[in-house]
Each structure stands twice: as C-alpha cells, then as structure tokens.
C-alpha cells in the first residue's frame, strides 16, 4: 500500500520548491521564475528554471524536468516514498503508514538508528568539550589556537578525552548497542580479545554534517604531547551514511554564504574552515581527509562557479592544487588560488593577519591554471628541448579552454616559454576532432502548433478547455499520451501529479509540458481562447490541404483513364475542401492577440 495521492498532494502543495531547490542550485528570480545552473549537467550560463506557480523545475539545456520529489530523489539519491516522507516531515505532514517490505523496512531502520547514533556521539563530544571536566585539555587547546568557545559550540566541535570506552559506555547507558557503534564508526572491535574500544581518544572533534544538517562522522585532531606516532588527525571510516569523496566540511553551515557572496573557498582542513568562519568568511569548507573529488565539486557548481583554492603552501599544497585542475576544468568552474605569504595555511594567516588582512589577499587571487603553467615550465627547463617537453604536457589542458580565457591563457603562457603565441595557438588548435558521441534514439517532439496547444493548456487550461472540448481529438495528435494529458490538465489537475505519471511512459512528453511550464511569455490570459481556435484552424487547415493535393492527384488519374462517374464524385468533395479551406484560412489570418513570442 503506497502513500495516498491526497497525501503526497498535500505535501507537494505545502513545500516550498524555491526553497528545497535552492539548498542545491543558487536561484536569482526572473520574472515568475527562478534561475541557476543545472545541477544535472555542466553549464555557465544558467538554464535551470524553478517556477513555483507550476511547482516543477525544467532545464532548458540538458530536459531535466519535474517537481519537488523528482529533484530530490535525482539530487539525494532517495526514493520516492524517502522523498514524500522527508518533506511531509519539514511541512508538518503526517503521513500514513504502510506495510513496508522486509527490505525497506531494514533499511530504514538502520539509516534512522545510525543517524540517531551519530546525533548522541556528537552532542557528548560536545558537552565534554564545552563543560566536561575531562574537556580542560581540549579547551585548552582550542585558546591556544586562537578559537572561542562560542565558535565551538555553534559549530559543533567536542572533545574525546583519553579512555578506552569512555563513548561507548556513554551511549550503552543511553540505549545503543554496540553493533550500531560498531556500524556508525565510533567504535572498534578488538578480535583478540573480542571487545570494543572507542575510536576517538584524546582528540580535539570536528562534527561532519549532512546537508540536512545532521552528524554523520567526525575527525579527530591529536592533541600535543601525543604519542608521535598517532596520526595528526584521524577521520572516520565509510558508512551506510558516511561517503567522503561525497560530502565537504561545513557546508551545511556554508551555503547560504556561498550563494549570497557567489563564491566559495576551499581548503585543506577542518582548522583552516573553522578559523575562516570565526573570522567571518563562512563560505569556506573543506574536504573530509581526502583530495577534491569530481562528486565535490558536482555539489559546489550547484551553487557558484567561483572557487578560490587555498592550499597549504608547502610542496605537498602545490601539488593538491595542481592535480585538482582538471576537476576544475571538466567541472566547469572558475578555479582561482590565492597566496599566503608568512603562513603556512589560512588558519596561521587570519591568526596572524587578522580578518582585514585576509580579505585584502582575496583581492590577489590568480587563475589556477596559471600555477599549473609555472610549475610545469620550472619542471622542465628553459632549454629547447624542455620548453617542448612542457608544450606537450600542457596542450592538453589548454585545449580544454575556450573563448577569452583560452585566447589570454595561451598569450600570457607563450610569453613564460619565450614561444610566439601564434605557435602555440597552431599547437593547441591543431587537436583531433574528439569522435562525437553517437547518436540516441531520436525524441518525441511536438511540431510549433501542438507544442503551442500544450503552453496554453499548461498555463490557461478553464481558459481553452471550452474550444478543445469541440475538437475532434485525432486533429490534436494521433498519440493517446498527449491526449489524455490534456484532458487530465483541462480538467484541473496539477502539473506536478500530471508529470509524475508520464514520467516512466512519455518521458519526451513530460519534457515538453515541463518546458513549456518553465516559459511564461508566449501568450496572454485574455488571448488564449482565440489563441486555441488559431491553433486549431492551423491544425485542420493542414489536413484539409493534405487532402485536397490528395484528390487532386485522383483527378489526374482519372483525366487519364477517362474515368468519368469518379471524376464527377472528385469535383464534388474537391469543391467542398475548397471552401472549408477558405474559411480556416480567413480564421488563421486573422492573428492572435496577445501573442509575446514564439
């Protein structure tokens, strides 16, 4: 037994698809739409539109369409039971309850217990730092690096004081076994002897949220004075929850800055995110114990194409900063790096330099690729046979340019390798054309009447439903889909639900009507009654002309054949569509008013 459709229709109803779209994809109103960038394929000029009166999204690049559950189940990876569930949860929804499977049934219960586990573990981490007699050493620590308190708790930092089972006992006490430590990574087990231990001892803790701002993980920072063979900073293993490579540092706590100052700062570790927001720069976040990965930065081009990269300044720093260039590139974003003279990190450089002193640096930031150009010229030589050396690695990359970033990108790096920029134009112009991908099996697409019938049922459907209920349905269309869709649209159901259901089954129509939902200038209210007839009259007058070359050709036939009692019957009907088509062409002619584009 699934969700009723009253409820999902309600849930639907009360969500805020502005709001739900916007914690992914940065949204500027336009008009009584929202843009951004698809967050479904790469792009740099926003073609995403959210229209709230339809309640769906369309992309008018790539055809990604649907309503609020399509865009989190896409963008989630939830289905779309977990997605009405979620949101009636946000919209104060109850929502019925079913008879689960085994298998959703398991599932569910274990996603909820290890969110419910990792909730408990953070806020003891927390109490123990901020309060906790056995927090003093990580208080301590924290003054010492320049971090209040207050910063700790907004953020969520704790503290895991040296002991084996000092959590484990913790959360036995509160009701969780072992097996749930074990799954969420708190724990460890020891099979020697068959027990389990803490994972995190006399460390300093940073939560790791979702984007719904729940704990998932943590990273422990080593205090000083540890044994000096324990790892600085110790991260928590993958879970059913938990994917590194899929989640940054403090970017539920960072969105709304991104997406207000459009751009973000990435950076190498928990400290430097931590000592960014205190400063005030929260659009800072950073990865989990791994380099930037592709899924990293599919999440940050959701929200800006604007990254300012601050790696550590060391060997180890230049070469992360190099090798995230191509995720850049193929990400399509705007990747800068910024300098920190006298600090070895941003965290050292807004403790030395303060928040004035850091936000004057961010005027200095360079293009990435730049970096990239230097280093891979220093690596090479300067002699002949080097510069060629360094030409040959770098092409690649620069044939991944284009417009007025790939012309200035080749002008400033033939003039490092002392190379007319004419040359090395003709060397990064002369790619292989990459083989073009093959062609898909072609789509349904409606010509420029229907597609034009449809805008006005999407948006004026009381206003057309009295001439379409005159229409003979095979002069719409020969197909049942778009048929059916019309009349669920005319007799008043929402797009949303209409979508959901021809989604698996007309996927190509369901583009089309969520196309034309997201384009809100083609006719006016007052002139989509006439605008339907014109349409119409287009329609039939294409059929009547269809059948008058039709019989003209059977004239001629018979002219031939001297078949004189068929001729006669020709005449007659020729006569008739001749003047059916003298009326539909005086309604075509006549233009329909109100008409605000094509």
Not at 235 to 242: L, Q
Request: glycine share 8%; aromatic share 6%; proline share 4%.
């Amino acid at each position: 037994m699934a969700i009723p459709k009253h409820v999902v229709d309600e849930v639907r109803t009360r969500a805020d698809i502005v709001s739900v779209v916007g914690q992914s994809v940065t949204l500027r109103r336009a008009g009584a739409s929202w843009v951004g960038l698809c967050p479904f394929h790469n792009e740099k000029s926003p073609s995403f539109n959210v229209v709230p009166s339809k309640q769906i999204y369309h992309c008018f690049g790539c055809g990604a369409g649907g309503d609020v559950f399509t865009f989190l189940q896409k963008t989630r990876g939830l289905g779309f039971t977990d997605a009405v569930r979620e949101l009636a949860a946000q919209v104060g929804v109850v929502v019925e309850e079913r008879q689960l499977s085994a298998e959703e049934t398991l599932r569910n219960s274990r996603r909820k217990d290890l969110y419910d586990t990792c909730e408990a573990a953070a806020r003891w981490y927390s109490t123990t730092l901020l309060v906790g007699k056995d927090g003093a050493p990580g208080r301590a620590y924290l003054a010492s690096r320049g971090i209040s308190l207050e910063t700790a708790r907004k953020y969520r930092m704790g503290y895991a004081p040296e002991g084996w089972n000092n959590l484990e006992n913790h959360l036995k006490a509160e009701g969780f076994d072992a097996d749930l430590m074990l799954r969420a990574g708190l724990v460890k087990k020891q099979e020697s002897r068959g027990s389990t231990y803490d994972v995190f001892r006399g460390r300093l803790l940073f939560s790791i949220l979702d984007d719904r701002g729940r704990p998932i993980a943590f990273g422990g920072r080593v205090m000083p004075g540890a044994d000096k063979d324990a790892p600085k900073y110790l991260n928590s293993p993958g879970t059913e929850i938990y994917e590194k490579s899929k989640v940054l540092y403090g970017l539920s706590w960072a969105r709304t800055a991104i997406q207000r100052r459009d751009r973000l700062l990435v950076v190498e570790g928990y400290f430097d995110a931590v000592s960014l927001w205190q400063a005030g720069f929260e659009e800072a976040v950073a990865p989990c114990g791994t380099a930037l990965t592709a899924e990293h930065l599919d999440i940050v081009r959701r929200l800006t194409l604007k990254v300012i990269a601050l790696f550590d300044t060391d060997e180890a720093g230049l070469n992360a900063a190099v090798r995230s260039l191509g995720l850049f590139l193929a990400a399509g974003v705007e990747a800068r790096r910024l300098d920190l003279p006298g600090a070895k990190d941003p965290d050292e450089y807004v403790q030395k330099f303060g928040a004035a002193g850091f936000e004057e640096r961010l005027t200095r930031t360079e293009p990435l690729l730049e970096l990239v150009i230097r280093r891979t010229l220093d690596k090479h030589g300067s002699s002949a046979e080097g510069r060629g050396r360094a030409v040959a690695e770098l092409v690649p990359t620069l044939r991944r340019l284009s417009g007025t970033v790939r012309d200035a990108t080749i002008r400033r790096a033939a003039g490092w390798m002392g190379m007319p920029e004419q040359e090395l134009e003709r060397q990064v112009g002369g790619a292989a054309a990459s083989a073009a991908p093959e062609a898909g099996p072609r789509r349904w697409q409606p010509d420029k009447d229907l597609a034009h019938l449809l805008w006005l049922v999407v948006h004026f459907p009381a206003e057309v439903r009295p001439t379409l209920d005159q229409a003979e349905p095979s002069l719409i269309s020969e197909l049942p889909e778009v048929l059916e869709a019309i009349a669920r649209l005319v007799d008043g159901q929402g797009l949303p639900t209409v979508l959901e259901e021809l989604r698996e089954r007309a996927p190509d129509l369901a583009r089309t009507l969520a196309q034309a939902a997201a384009n809100s200038d083609l006719y006016r209210l007052e002139a989509a009654e006439s605008a339907a007839r014109a349409i119409l009259a287009r329609m039939d007058l294409r059929g009547i002309e269809a059948q008058i070359l039709a019989i003209n050709r059977e004239i001629h036939h018979c002219e031939t054949t001297g078949d004189k009692s068929s001729y006669a019957d020709l005449v007659r009907r020729l006569s008739g569509l001749y003047a059916r088509q003298a009326t539909l062409k005086q309604l075509v002619n006549r233009r329909a008013g109100g008409r605000a584009g094509c």
